[in-house]
């Protein structure tokens, strides 16, 4: 197990409870992508037989958040919006390193830690909320996250060395700190 190394601020969270709407269309796309990037792994991978199995299960776990969130935007009267690149997303793209080993294990990692910044977040979002459906909802939505994290870390474990998954893992905790540490305050996950 690891652990982030840079805490979301109290001011993320009463920006996303302030501005609810604005998060749960982020929240949907967020989960619609993670659906497609599951997929996507297993269509990579297609040789990978562990990965292929767990990646069928998170595209659909994914992708039920996604209709339960659409769920909610319903409820609300909200619409789906247009997708948008997720600068989070975008700046640890750019440390995955060229190789395809190297490149297969930082895409595990960095979807792990992902992960993780999900699940702290969306536990924040849940126990800042009044109570209700709706804290119940991203409760339950963070316990789903802890889960994942340790699926893809779990996986790396198949593939490679413990030494080189604590390396790699170790540079990119301080690099996803950093991204994290310079992002603006927005009603986002990221």
Request: with cysteine; net charge negative.
């Amino acid at each position: 197990m690891f652990k982030l190394r840079f805490n979301t601020t109290e001011e993320w969270t009463q920006t996303v409870v302030e501005n609810m709407n604005d998060f749960l269309i982020d929240h949907a796309a967020a989960e619609k992508k993670a659906s497609g990037m599951a997929i996507s792994m297993l269509s990579h991978y297609p040789d990978r037989t562990k990965l292929v199995k767990a990646m069928i299960d998170l595209s659909i776990e994914e992708m039920t958040h996604f209709r339960e969130v659409v769920k909610i935007m319903t409820e609300r009267g909200l619409q789906l919006g247009s997708d948008e690149k997720d600068p989070y997303i975008n700046q640890f793209r750019k440390v995955m390193r060229k190789g395809s080993d190297v490149y297969f294990l930082d895409r595990l990692l960095t979807a792990g830690i992902i992960e993780a910044r999900g699940c702290e977040r969306f536990g924040l979002v849940g126990e800042a909320l009044p109570a209700g459906k709706l804290q119940d909802f991203y409760r339950a939505i963070a316990k789903s996250e802890a889960k994942h994290n340790t699926l893809f870390i779990d996986l790396a474990g198949e593939y490679f060395s413990q030494n080189e998954i604590h390396q790699r893992m170790d540079e990119l905790l301080n690099i996803e700190a950093e991204i994290v540490r310079g992002l603006p305050i927005r009603a986002a996950l990221h």
